[in-house]
């Protein structure tokens, strides 16, 4: 999800392997500024050597993920002791430092919240800037950070934090030993009033405050099974891990948001109160695999051609995401066929179903059909080469092992080319299927007996899902409810432009079987609209449908089958 966050990780590691030595400790030291009981900032304490030169720029946020302007959020920034800081110039990111050549110099400033009221969804995805509240506080290292831009990535970091207040928890992915220079930027920190829980590996942690429609120790029972399992799967030793849960909260209550930030050690969650346990679970799986895939298995494109190879980065994600909460007992057979056939619900109905490859390079931040795509195709694909390989005695979860360890061996070329060598050598030509589906856009159509011995994939014709008006231009306008159809289902039951959507009550999105129930603001009253979310024409759809009787032995290896 956070591309550009991937793309720094690269850079900080190309560095790294130039073979530059390290240069002497910088120290963070983070201090909460409360007055009258309240939180009104963080200090912020940097310690470091400057440069040889007697000139040190500094960098202050920017830009990350969607959100600009990050530096707003710094006030009061001096030199304590050893440089003089230079007056700002044009550029508000940057700042100059002069002192004697190598000068040990020390730097204060104070993080900020640079909007008002509690943190909210955000039209880019989730409020990653600064929360500063009076009870409490959130920051990613990206978003706070003022730093030295000659230092070393591998620069060791001793970090600390003072004057916690009474009753107050804190909780870092930076409180752990080898920490460097590079860690800073990919961290998260919370403190104030968020709950800490320990899971049964006790390397992974949960930070999580508010109050939600799960327990705690629920939340905290799966965030182990997942992460931990996704470890074992790859063959990984247990390492600290942390999970922040922050609430966001809509001015509408109807609205659901879940979101987040993977980060190296970490994975920042933002979700409104109304979440679901099976929802934010799912995220994590999927972000939590991002570590492995495509991180460690070959390289990716780089700038705008990075979309390019979204169906294996984003798509295999999600292949692994199910297979590995059916795998940890997170999922039940009934819970994956759910997943699927919303994801194959979603592709069927697609506008963009046929669009080839070169389409989601174009149009991938501009399109939410098209950013869904690679998503689709890319996990419909993985099933079934899985399944190719399965029937010759091996599997998917061979490849993607041999893919690492080429790489961990010096293979240095792209994950796709990678990829396209080891199921080849396994027994399984991919490239034809690549060529006819994404590169060309061909229809992907899935054999009834993929998922043998769990069900079928059934073929035949349905009725398109359509809510009846325009969603994406009704949130834009502050759900005030746009484009409604006047042939359609919705506005012979009553449905209007210019009424105001609170939220939906009833019904499944991309089933255009099941009635779907909205409630609404039709002048001074509320009402209920219910209506058949239909187009007037009809489509080919695959559906996932488990056996009747999926008990004893059958369901043993059904699990076996889904789980790989």
């Known amino acids: 999800m956070l591309h550009t966050f991937r793309a720094l990780i690269a850079a900080c590691a190309a560095f790294a392997a130039a073979g530059f030595a390290p240069a002497d400790r910088f120290d963070l030291t983070l201090t909460p500024l409360v007055s009258g009981g309240a939180l009104g900032a963080i200090q912020v304490d940097l310690a470091f050597r400057g440069d040889a030169d007697g000139q040190t720029d500094l960098r202050l946020p920017g830009s990350w993920g969607g959100q600009d302007e990050l530096w707003r959020s710094i006030e009061g920034l001096e030199a304590v002791s050893g440089a003089v800081l230079q007056p700002p110039g044009e550029d508000p990111s940057a700042r100059t430092l002069t002192h004697a050549p190598n000068a040990r110099i020390q730097l204060r400033y104070r993080i900020v919240q640079d909007f008002s009221g509690p943190p909210a969804p955000v039209a880019t995805g989730n409020p990653y800037r600064a929360i500063v509240q009076p009870g409490y506080f959130h920051i990613i290292g990206e978003t706070v950070l003022v730093a030295p831009g000659h230092l070393d990535q591998r620069t060791p970091v001793r970090f600390r934090v003072r004057n916690l207040p009474r009753g107050w928890s804190f909780a870092s992915d930076l409180q752990h030993p080898g920490l460097v220079f590079a860690n800073i930027w990919s961290s998260v920190a919370v403190g104030g009033d968020y709950r800490l829980r320990w899971g049964g590996d006790r390397n992974i942690r949960v930070a999580i405050r508010g109050d939600w429609s799960?327990?705690?120790?629920?939340?905290?029972?799966?965030?182990?099974?997942?992460?931990?399992?996704?470890?074992?799967?790859?063959?990984?030793?247990?390492?600290?891990?942390?999970?922040?849960?922050?609430?966001?909260?809509?001015?509408?209550?109807?609205?659901?948001?879940?979101?987040?930030?993977?980060?190296?050690?970490?994975?920042?969650?933002?979700?409104?109160?109304?979440?679901?346990?099976?929802?934010?679970?799912?995220?994590?799986?999927?972000?939590?695999?991002?570590t492995w895939v495509p991180e460690r298995l070959g390289a990716m494109p780089q700038g705008a051609e990075e979309p390019a190879d979204y169906w294996f980065s984003e798509g295999f994600t999600d292949f692994y995401t199910g297979r590995a909460l059916v795998r940890e007992g997170v999922w039940t057979p009934t819970q994956f066929a759910q997943d699927f056939n919303e994801m194959l619900a979603g592709y069927a109905q697609s506008p963009v179903a046929t669009a080839p490859n070169a389409r989601v390079v174009a149009d991938f931040w501009n399109s939410r059909d098209v950013q869904r795509l690679p998503y689709q195709r890319g996990r419909m694909l993985a099933t079934?080469?899985?399944?190719?390989?399965?029937?010759?005695?091996?599997?998917?979860?061979?490849?993607?092992?041999?893919?690492?360890?080429?790489?961990?061996?010096?293979?240095?070329?792209?994950?796709?080319?990678?990829?396209?060598?080891?199921?080849?050598?396994?027994?399984?030509?991919?490239?034809?299927?690549?060529?006819?589906?994404?590169?060309?856009?061909?229809?992907?159509?899935?054999?009834?007996?993929?998922?043998?011995?769990?069900?079928?994939?059934?073929?035949?014709?349905?009725?398109?899902?359509?809510?009846?008006?325009?969603?994406?231009?009704?949130?834009?306008?502050?759900?005030?409810?746009?484009?409604?159809?006047?042939?359609?289902?919705?506005?012979?039951?009553?449905?209007?432009?210019?009424?105001v959507l609170i939220r939906r009550e009833a019904g499944e999105i991309g089933n255009a079987d099941v009635e779907i129930a909205y409630v609404v603001r039709d002048g001074e009253s509320e009402r209920t609209i219910r209506y058949m979310p239909r187009s007037g024409d009809r489509y080919t759809r695959q559906r996932l449908v488990l056996e009747a009787d999926l008990s004893g032995e059958i369901l043993a290896q059904c699990r076996t089958a889904l789980a790989g």
């Open 384 to 499: 079934l080469w899985d399944q190719r390989l399965r029937a010759s005695g091996r599997g998917m979860d061979e490849v993607m092992r041999e893919i690492r360890r080429r790489v961990e061996a010096g293979d240095t070329r792209r994950a796709r080319d990678i990829f396209f060598d080891v199921i080849a050598a396994a027994g399984v030509d991919a490239a034809p299927d690549f060529t006819r589906y994404e590169s060309e856009g061909e229809i992907l159509l899935l054999p009834s007996d993929l998922f043998a011995p769990c069900g079928r994939i059934e073929t035949g014709e349905a009725w398109r899902f359509h809510r009846g008006f325009d969603i994406e231009a009704t949130e834009a306008n502050n759900r005030v409810i746009t484009g409604v159809v006047r042939t359609s289902p919705a506005y012979a039951a009553g449905l209007r432009d210019g009424m």
């Open 214 to 290: 799960f327990s705690d120790a629920a939340f905290t029972t799966q965030v182990t099974e997942i992460i931990a399992g996704h470890r074992r799967f790859w063959g990984d030793r247990s390492t600290p891990y942390l999970v922040t849960v922050t609430q966001i909260y809509a001015d509408n209550p109807g609205v659901s948001s879940i979101g987040g930030a993977g980060l190296s050690d970490a994975f920042a969650f933002f979700a409104t109160p109304n979440a679901q346990l099976g929802v934010i679970t799912r995220t994590l799986a999927h972000e939590s695999m991002h």
